[in-house]
């Protein structure tokens, strides 16, 4: 079975209307989700609505978590916008209380068996929902994400696909699908086919001028989030 793995979708529709046709033309029959739908931009809605028509395993990402907060009245509504643009803020009014509540009580962590193959499936680290991990962190600390019950150890959260071959497991980011920090108008994603183990990264291009539109019309005064689309 070929599995899609995603991650950091961040509400852009756009970019994972791609990722998820580029799947079905390539057999992809489940997808994993490793969190982060909300935050920055503004179609969570629509993206719970795409991934309810697959087969899926999902755990909570940390702006699930910025979310919880922000209903709460724990967070400084302007402050976050500075900080994320308005993309929570859409996400309270777009997604139903159901969907809320639905997000705010996924795990941080699964474990899942297809096949023959075994997955770990985390956000930030198997340690913390929040750790950051890149290519160029010390292996040391890669190298602790090992789980010798798994054959491959899933994260997403720094937005920097990469892999690093543990002691026994495969630690696999799959990179960002809505906002990534490499390269514009790209979705990173993964495909693992449970057949013989093997892990394929994947880079879909998807058009960012309707996504740049939004930005320009929700949030004029976020470069940030513009300019990270147009990345080169």
């Not at 609505?49 to 910025?66: C, K, S, T, Y």
């Not at 297809?114 to 292996?139: A, C, K, W």
């Amino acid at each position: 079975m070929k599995i899609g793995v995603i991650s950091d979708i961040h509400g852009n529709h756009y970019a994972l209307q791609a990722v998820l046709s580029s799947a079905r033309k390539i057999g992809v029959e489940q997808i994993f989700v490793l969190g982060d739908i909300v935050g920055y931009y503004y179609r969570p809605d629509l993206i719970l609505e795409m991934l309810a028509e697959w087969p899926h395993q999902f755990v909570r990402g940390n702006h699930e978590d910025i979310l919880l907060n922000l209903k709460k009245g724990l967070l400084d509504a302007e402050e976050l916008k500075k900080k994320y643009a308005s993309g929570h803020e859409q996400a309270l009014w777009r997604l139903t209380e159901q969907q809320q509540q639905y997000l705010f009580n996924l795990p941080t962590q699964l474990s899942v068996k297809v096949n023959d193959t075994t997955f770990q499936l985390n956000h930030g680290s198997p340690r913390s929902i929040d750790e950051y991990l890149y290519p160029d962190t010390d292996t040391e600390i890669l190298e602790s994400c090992n789980s010798n019950e798994h054959d491959f150890v899933l994260i997403g959260h720094s937005h920097y696909a990469f892999t690093y071959q543990c002691r026994h497991s495969l630690l696999v980011n799959s990179g960002s699908v809505g906002q990534s920090r490499q390269k514009g108008g790209a979705a990173y994603w993964s495909v693992i086919d449970t057949d013989d183990k093997s892990l394929e990264m994947q880079v879909t291009a998807y058009d960012t001028t309707a996504l740049l539109n939004d930005v320009k019309t929700f949030d004029p005064e976020s470069g940030y989030s513009y300019k990270i689309l147009t990345r080169e």
